[in-house]
């Protein structure tokens, strides 16, 4: 689904998605410990407010998935988010792994995600993107049963594409993600399992700037995933910074959500997969 142009005679897209896994990552795995939760509600207390004066700042649209349970837990939330013109999608009820799910649990609690994100804000999410990444062999069924317009949780490909169920065309547009392109496989710490940051922030603003440089000099999508309570310190904030000004600095880019990304992949004319994209 790699268009053969972009809005505003852009050269290439700049998809940015931040997700507010917050408490959800502690409760949806079954922890309880209280330390860990004030770390996560760094993420909604200081990390989206950053995220969302740099956006505003540099006139930038993104899109943000939010479990339910963060969304019911703090609703001003996603209110805030949607008021500063981004896109809400559906993360989850609590963070949950998809995939250890039978299909008529997956399938209540997809609709219940969906449904509290809409009372609580107005507009009803036509993204979704699984925790963890982790779909079960109904998820995308599910997905494109409940009419959503695009999913964002898989790896197959660094422009969208569309997903393919039982052999058929499903209308479901993926637009990809990648280990590749996520802060928190760069920047984590965590005691149990012991993980540490294996990256500085200047590596990974140079991972994600040249991520950038290859998909404009494609014409292609730069699609990221950044999360609150991983990029939203002061020390490493600067990195989305200076992603948007490399980026806006390198010439004519769209900055856009994953739902509008997924729509003009959808509708717009593509570039034939046997021709170069350079
Ligand atoms: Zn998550």
Known sequence: MAPAAWPGNARCALALSFDCDHETAELGSGGQAVGRLGWAEFGRRVGVPRILNLLAHHQASASFFIPAVTALLDPDEPRRIVEGGHEIGVHGWIHENTSTLDEATERAMLVRSRDVLEQITGQRPTGHRAAQWDLSPHTIKLVA????????????????????????????????????????????FNRTPPTRPYASPEQV????????????DEGGLCQLVMHPFVIGYRSRIWILEEVLRHARARGPVWIASHQAVAKHALTAPRVRSSEPRI
């Open 205 to 216: 603003r140079d991972i994600f700037i040249r991520e950038f440089d290859a998909a404009f």
């Open 145 to 188: 049963e409940l009419g959503f317009a695009y999913d964002s949780s898989m790896m197959a490909d660094e422009d969208c594409y569309e997903l393919v169920l039982d052999g058929a065309a499903s209308g479901l547009v993926e637009v990809p993600v990648d280990w590749v392109r996520d802060d928190a496989v760069y920047l984590s």
